[in-house]
């Protein structure tokens, strides 16, 4: 099974909790459901008692198309729910990240779970975009 990752730089004068909050208004336009938010930094600065660099990982998921896409292939559950994170690196540059499912996996699908299946990847990819942009 292959895998993509995309990344994408936040842009200047796009502050990290703006960034999270276009990426959930963005998700939700496309019919993603918030799933929840494991913020990784807090965990690291409780075990250490130091400053973290900021990072978190965004969960997201549309049930139904996940009920399908598992019906099909169980291994499609390696997916789900979809996660984007957002990292500060070492220089102080905020990245927005997440796997992606390449076209050759997407094509062994059903055609309707196909299409779907490009859409929330697509939606996926348009939320990171407008969460580094700060576009509702």
């Known amino acids: 099974m292959k895998v993509r990752i995309a990344q994408v730089q936040i842009q200047q004068g796009v502050g990290f909790d703006d960034a999270v909050e276009f990426l959930e208004l963005r998700a939700n336009r496309h019919n993603l459901k918030f799933i929840g ?29 996940a009920q399908q896409m598992i019906g099909t292939n169980p291994l499609m559950i390696s ?32 055609v309707k779970i196909r299409k779907n299946a490009q859409r929330i990847m697509g939606a996926m990819k348009d939320s990171m975009l407008a969460a580094s942009n700060g576009n509702l």
């Not at 600065?45 to 973290?52: D, F, I, L, N, R």
């Not at 994170?85 to 094509?107: K, L, P, T, Y």
């Open 79 to 110: 997916f789900m729910p979809c996660r984007i994170a957002m990292v500060e690196d070492e220089q102080g540059a905020r990245w927005i990240i997440s796997m992606m499912m390449c076209r050759a996996m997407i094509r062994t699908l059903p």
């Open 37 to 65: 938010v494991s913020p990784l930094y807090k965990e690291i600065e409780a075990v250490t008692g130091k400053p973290a660099r900021r990072m978190e990982i965004f969960s997201f998921c549309d049930g139904l198309v």
